[in-house]
């Protein structure tokens, strides 16, 4: 018997040679394509190169795992993820906390794969009053229907921003002047006694390893949460509301 859950992943999916070269000719908000490793079929070629040409990830995988993908069972080598909707810049979240008048808040997710995780972290963002999301373009969840209806719709509401590389896009973030903040079990600074009333990226590291060793040296401060119970660390996105409800307090008090 087929899940809701799954019944949804296949209802993301584009499948065969003809209909991802018309989903890339009609510039449709794609997350990823998926090639059967190995082909050397002149089509799918012409596929991968005008995909990376538009910036979409190109996946090279078993055919097994098209033929677990697929719904059709006739994927000719290449399924494409899409996405529910156009990814922003950077440079949109900014100029969307300057219209406000506000400093800029934005969330930065480091290879968060779970996509519930995802979009539970975007409800919060959300919710908290982030101007946006950024995310990396590997290893990553998408902006896939599972995310949206994880985020309860919040994610058409909140710009998301997919980079190449997230360390040059923290630098990006500093040179607007963000201070950038990392969550990690570890962190330096504790979070009641953390000034968040400035610009500022907070970044959500992975749910298994947390922050990448050149992301996290990136972060001007990292940020650890007060732990009383048995375990030493929250999931993900838990962690995250946590600390974006904190930067919203610090910051309705400061503007009272």
Request: with cysteine; proline share 3%.
């Amino acid at each position: 018997m087929v899940s809701n859950e799954e019944r949804e992943i296949k209802n993301d999916l584009i499948e065969g040679r003809n209909a991802v070269i018309e989903a890339l000719r009609a510039n449709r908000a794609i997350d990823k394509i998926y090639l059967a490793k190995g082909d050397v079929d002149k089509t799918l070629g012409h596929i991968a190169s005008k995909a990376r040409a538009a910036g979409i990830v190109v996946v090279e995988c078993d055919r097994r795992k098209l033929d677990f993908m697929s719904a059709t069972k006739a994927h000719q080598g290449v399924i494409a993820l899409c996405a529910v909707r156009e990814y922003c810049s950077i440079e949109d979240i900014l100029a969307l906390a300057d219209e406000k008048g506000e400093k800029p808040f934005v969330i930065v997710c480091d290879e968060i794969s779970d996509p519930h995780n995802l979009g539970a972290i975007i409800r919060s963002a959300e919710c908290a009053g982030a101007h946006g999301v950024v995310i990396p373009k590997r290893r990553s969840a998408g902006l896939t229907a599972i995310v949206d209806k994880a985020s309860a719709g919040a994610a058409e509401h909140m710009l998301i921003a997919r980079v190449p590389n997230l360390p040059a896009a923290l630098d990006t973030l500093k040179s607007r002047g963000l201070w950038v903040y990392g969550t990690a079990a570890d962190g330096t600074s504790g979070l009641w006694s953390t000034d968040f009333t400035g610009p500022m990226a907070l970044v959500i590291g992975s749910e298994g390893d947390g922050m990448g060793r050149l992301v996290r040296e990136s972060c001007d401060f990292t940020v650890s949460l007060p732990m009383r119970g048995k375990l030493s660390s929250l999931n993900a996105s838990a962690a995250a509301g946590i600390v974006m409800y904190e930067v919203l307090r610090q910051r309705s008090g400061a503007a009272d």
